[in-house]
């Protein structure tokens, strides 16, 4: 027992940061929080705007995860911009999982003659996602993590040819269906840069058209079909505000089973700022309005997980999810070194 216990303290010790903190988080909260910022665009307009949001989220404390949705990049994902975004997210406490989006990885640098950009070549746009990779110290564009009693999934726009602005590429879509297939009893969240199609109403031009909505979308749809433990999709792209009747509506729900959060851009004045709170039995979605500083109780929404997936990990609150993150990891590491 005594060398399990000093074993157990090493472990504690050389345990990442991020486990460590959800080690020891506060056993008097019930859910873990995730801060979503939609496309900043940086730098861009509206500079101390954006900055007044990092100070607002880093004096949220049940804050555990911040997720960029894409478009981190003002234009077409310059050195200069990426260097700029990079300082500026480096000013936010608290651990930040990104996403790429069309601005920051599809266009070449240089305008054309016309002032438009112009979309790349395949070998530009990969190394502008390398870029990004390389900038933000990432290991992939993409990723999965769990959380408590959640999977969530990152998914960046990464196709190297397509001419939508929102494809993943054939590589990421079956690495998305592997990775579904592998934890169907998860409920899942998937961060994506777009939304899926039809989940706004149409009121521009850009709503529901094809560069404007998840791709291949008749893929996705077809693996959100075989796999009902996804029912949440968060996005931005669109620059819903707030104000927008589609923000929070029915129409937001795709084909009776996921819920899409849409996200504000920061390149305005006003902006909003969606919070998840998950709980084992349920996700609920708060607004918080930068303008009123304030938070929106008429846009909280409340969306329970699947039953089949919800039912199989069921847990009394967010330390007994931890807790059992946690002993897994340390079964692992026991092994790794023969004890």
């Known amino acids: 027992m005594k060398k399990f216990l ?5 472990l ?11 080690a020891a988080s506060d056993p ?7 801060a979503l910022i939609g496309d900043p665009h940086l730098p861009g307009k509206n500079l101390p705007e954006k900055e007044e949001v990092i100070r607002t989220i ?4 049940d ?8 478009d981190i990049c003002k234009e077409t994902g310059t050195a200069a911009e990426y260097t700029f975004a990079k300082e500026f997210f480096n000013r936010l406490h608290k651990p930040i999982r990104l996403i790429a989006g069309n601005h920051d990885y599809i266009y070449e640098d240089a305008m054309n003659i016309e002032g438009r950009k112009v979309k790349a070549f395949p070998t530009s746009r990969r190394m502008k996602l390398a870029r990004f990779v390389q ?7 993409y990723g999965e993590e769990r959380l408590g009693s959640y999977l969530l999934i990152y998914l960046s726009t990464d196709d190297l040819e397509t001419g939508h602005l929102a494809k993943l590429s054939e590589d ?3 690495w998305l269906s592997d990775t579904l297939s592998r934890n169907r009893n998860l409920p899942t969240i998937i961060f994506f840069h777009a939304p899926l199609a039809g989940t706004l109403k149409t009121y521009n031009e850009y709503t529901n058209t094809p560069s404007f909505v998840a791709q291949p979308a008749i893929r996705l749809h077809d693996l959100i079909r075989e796999n009902p433990q996804i029912f949440l999709w968060v996005s931005g792209h669109l620059h819903v505000p707030a104000t927008n009747e589609s923000y929070s509506s029915p129409v937001n729900i795709y084909e009776k089973q996921v819920t899409v959060i849409h996200n504000t851009d920061l390149e305005r004045k006003r902006s909003w700022t969606n919070v998840l709170h998950l709980y084992p039995e349920k996700v609920i979605v708060r607004t918080y309005d930068h303008g009123q500083k304030s938070w929106r109780p008429d846009l909280e929404r409340t969306i329970r997980p699947p ?3 919800a039912g199989n990990y069921q847990v009394n609150n967010r330390q007994l999810a931890d807790m059992f993150d946690f002993v897994d990891k340390v079964k692992v590491r026991l092994l790794a070194i023969g004890l």
């Open 6 to 10: 000093s074993v157990l303290l090493f």
């Open 12 to 22: 504690l010790w050389i345990l990442p940061p991020g486990l460590a903190a959800a």
């Open 28 to 34: 008097d909260r019930p859910y873990h929080g995730i």
């Open 58 to 61: 880093n004096g949220w404390e």
């Open 63 to 70: 804050i555990d995860r911040v997720v960029v949705l894409g």
């Open 135 to 141: 900038n933000f110290e990432m290991k992939e564009v």
């Open 172 to 174: 990421r879509v079956a």
């Open 307 to 309: 039953q089949q997936a």
